[in-house]
């Protein structure tokens, strides 16, 4: 059996060139307005960019990538594996942990894509909502939804074969192999030396398996 492989839905159109040159300008407007305003002095650009290639890889996926059509059952079925599939990639990415110190709650102003973070710990659940970290799994659980309906359309062998979906279970297994980034402990050693580029690749990577899926 072959299958047909192509990367033309990967090719930008000039649309959305334009309208990516005006997401950067405006992304690094923010960023210089941050710095200007705030007493913080920029140390590492790499460090300052990884969010925005996360923000900016999710907004392509999802606007790449329509739900299919499908009866309002499977669709609730669908969304609540990908509700699951969030909680899952939360869980493992640092977005939460079942235990805490007590400290309650405040908002912690870092740098563009990596704050405003909302920051909670009760006595058994951290919360550190990092804007990029939620944007971020937030579309993989979309696309993850989209995949899902595309395959029960197959049928029985559709539902199988999402099981074997490397690009659904790929961010989770990398997310666990590498220790990801920004644990909830992130908010208190955000300058520490981490894995920052080896998670982003596997989150854009991620995100262009789900978005493609070249055997659709």
């Known amino acids: 059996m072959s299958v047909n492989v192509s990367a033309d839905g990967l ?7 334009l309208y990516g040159a ?12 941050y710095f200007s305003v705030s007493s913080s002095t920029p140390a590492d650009l790499a ?5 925005f290639v996360w923000i900016n890889a999710a907004i392509w ?18 969304f609540a594996v990908g509700a699951a599939y969030f909680l899952l990639l939360g869980g493992v990415g640092g977005l939460y942990m079942l235990h805490g110190a007590g400290l309650g709650a405040r908002i912690a102003w870092l740098s563009p894509g990596w704050g ?6 009760g006595t058994g659940l951290t919360v550190s909502l990092l804007p990029f ?3 971020g799994y937030g579309a993989l659980a979309y696309l993850v939804v989209a995949t899902i309906l595309d395959a029960t359309r197959s049928g029985v062998a559709g539902l199988l074969g999402l099981f074997a ?52």
């Open 11 to 17: 090719a930008p159109s000039s649309k959305t060139l």
């Open 22 to 33: 005006l997401l950067l300008n405006g992304e690094l407007a923010l960023v210089l307005f």
């Open 47 to 51: 460090f300052l960019a990884y969010p």
């Open 61 to 78: 996926g999802v606007s790449r990538v329509d739900l299919p059509d499908a009866p309002a059952k499977r669709k609730w079925g669908a």
């Open 116 to 121: 405003p973070a909302l920051v909670y710990s």
């Open 133 to 135: 970290k939620v944007i």
């Open 165 to 216: 979906c490397v690009s659904c279970t790929w961010p989770v297994a990398a997310t666990l192999l590498t220790g990801a980034f920004g644990s909830a402990s992130a908010l208190a050693s955000v300058a520490t030396n981490q894995p920052y580029a080896l998670s982003t690749a596997i989150y854009v990577s991620s995100v262009v398996l789900l978005a493609w899926r070249p055997t659709r």
